[in-house]
């Protein structure tokens, strides 16, 4: 079988060497690894050729201490740092949320704990930011690494994506990668990018970290970055029978439901949203035909173009 560029077979991270890109001992398999990565390919694959979902991968980076203190980097100018097992000033967790099909990068530096609601509350914001340019979409699915924070049992995190999807109307699908397979998540490359770029800074203000963040690139592009400073408690969590409720508005896949969840919103189906996906493919064609043609009904159908998308009503 062949396998997409962000695969488990990749070979390593871009821009590490290999000893560091974690490639010396292999993870240890689950019975159903393979089958998760086969399921994993293919919802990517999915998401990435339908025009109705939009796949994004997010995750947080190993925290980061402030202060002047050595990374191990190597710099053109002189620098001088303290040692590393000196105390931080302060630390800044990376947050990162990628779309792999456009190459756009948000970085979030947490100053706080990395919780579900942190992850959610970058989430939902982003999305607000972006949904007019994806009105089209009718499913979000979700590229994860099966961290303490957001993995598919921990019931604050569901909680807080059944609220987002309740509340935006939009399908979200988890698709999460084995336990200790976290590099292969897309948005590692990034973080690859993103250390081989301040390697050899001495991270000493938190104006320094956004900065570099800042300037660097993943083909071509600047991420956009921001400091959250909000301040998250862990340990949030929902009785058994809220997460019971919480469980019945969730989807799981046979066998390997702990790592593929659909959240739909309330009075949908995964049918239904399968007949809006085959509705709007045909609203597309039809959209692209009209623009093609000249003539003074041009500009028409492209405001009635506009009208379906706002209204959600699908032709048929």
């Known amino acids: 079988m062949t396998y997409g560029a962000d695969d488990h077979h990749t070979a390593q991270h871009l821009g590490l060497l290999s000893q560091e890109g974690g490639q010396n001992t292999a993870p240890q398999k689950m019975p159903h690894t393979e089958a998760i990565f086969e399921q994993v390919h293919r919802t990517n694959q999915a998401a990435d050729a339908a025009v109705d979902l939009l796949r994004v991968a997010m995750e947080a980076k190993a925290m980061v201490k402030i202060g002047p203190l050595s990374r191990g980097g190597k710099s053109r100018v002189p620098v001088a740092a303290a040692d590393h097992a000196c105390a931080p000033d302060a630390t800044v967790t990376p947050v990162g949320l990628f779309v792999p099909t456009l190459a756009e990068l948000c970085i979030y530096g947490v100053t706080s704990n990395v919780t579900s609601d942190c992850l959610v509350d970058r989430l939902a914001p982003w999305w607000e930011s972006v949904r007019k340019r994806f009105a089209h979409l009718t499913t979000l699915v979700i590229n994860l690494d099966h961290g303490p924070e957001h993995h598919s049992r921990r019931?604050?995190?569901?909680?807080?994506?059944?609220?987002?999807?309740?509340?935006?109307?939009?399908?979200?699908?988890?698709?999460?990668?084995?336990?200790?397979?976290?590099?292969?998540?897309?948005?590692?490359?990034?973080?690859?990018?993103?250390?081989?770029?301040?390697?050899?800074?001495?991270?000493?203000?938190?104006?320094?970290?956004?900065?570099?963040?800042?300037?660097?690139?993943?083909?071509?592009?600047?991420?956009?970055?921001?400091?959250?400073?909000?301040?998250?408690?862990?340990?949030?969590?929902?009785?058994?029978?809220?997460?019971?409720?919480?469980?019945?508005?969730?989807?799981?896949?046979?066998?390997?439901?702990?790592?593929?969840?659909?959240?739909?919103p309330p009075g949908s189906d995964i049918e239904q949203v399968k007949n809006e996906k085959k509705s709007f493919t045909f609203c597309w064609m039809l959209r692209q035909k009209t623009l093609e043609d000249a003539g003074k009904g041009q500009q028409w159908h492209r405001s009635m173009w506009n009208v379906w998308i706002i209204e959600g009503s699908w032709p048929v």
């Open 155 to 264: 019931t604050q995190c569901m909680q807080r994506l059944v609220d987002f999807v309740q509340h935006d109307c939009l399908t979200v699908r988890l698709a999460y990668s084995p336990p200790s397979y976290s590099k292969y998540n897309p948005i590692e490359r990034c973080w690859g990018i993103l250390e081989h770029h301040w390697h050899g800074t001495v991270l000493d203000a938190f104006d320094t970290v956004l900065k570099c963040a800042r300037t660097m690139t993943w083909q071509g592009q600047h991420p956009i970055v921001a400091l959250v400073t909000t301040a998250y408690e862990t340990g949030v969590t929902l009785t058994k029978d809220a997460m019971q409720r919480v469980e019945a508005q969730i989807k799981r896949l046979p066998d390997v439901g702990k790592w593929f969840i659909d959240i739909v």
